[in-house]
């Protein structure tokens, strides 16, 4: 079921060019899920989050990518959460432009790919040039299924999942 609604105030460049959309989807493991999204079709602001039709307590979740089957693991991330890579010293914490989102571990994987690419191009730094290189050769080999990786997902809202067997569920107090 998705509801929108077109023709909203956008909140940046205050056009009436905001859609808002609100999708229940049922995330298997996990159940059923709400997705919201407000688009502006001008200035191109997007903002999403995904919550959980019932309310959770706080968790930590922790897999560990070891095979190349893996990226096809399905993540759920609310705004709230955090995602750590330990062994690529990355996290990305929440914050007012934090945004949830379905994905798989390949669609995280990627995302932190385009971080260390940016990082890369935009400086002149030999030192931060060599350092990407080889985060992006790891991330390679992880996607691979050559390279172990762990992935850390903690939420307050609980509105997270990492939807596998072998994920570890903390809850958090």
Request: net charge positive; aromatic share 6%; proline share 4%.
């Amino acid at each position: 079921m998705v509801d929108e609604i077109n023709g909203e105030l956008c909140p940046f460049c205050n056009k009436k060019t905001l859609t808002l959309r609100e999708e229940e989807i049922d995330v298997p493991h996990f159940g059923k899920t709400f997705v919201f999204s407000m688009t502006c079709s001008e200035c191109n602001f997007n903002k999403s989050d995904v919550e959980a039709a019932e309310r959770k307590d706080p968790v930590k979740i922790t897999f560990n990518i070891e095979k190349e089957e893996d990226m096809k693991v399905r993540i759920v991330k609310s705004s709230e959460a955090s995602i750590k890579v330990p062994g690529l010293k990355i996290d990305v914490r929440p914050g007012p432009a934090s945004i949830g989102f379905v994905s798989n571990i390949e669609g995280v994987l990627d995302k932190f790919q385009g971080i260390i690419e940016g990082q890369r191009d935009s400086t002149d730094d030999a030192a931060i040039k060599k350092k990407a290189k080889n985060l992006l050769k790891k991330l390679r080999k992880v996607k691979w299924g050559d390279q172990a990786l762990k992935l850390i997902i903690e939420d307050p809202s609980g509105n997270s999942a990492i939807v596998s067997e072998r994920a570890e569920i903390k809850k958090l107090k």
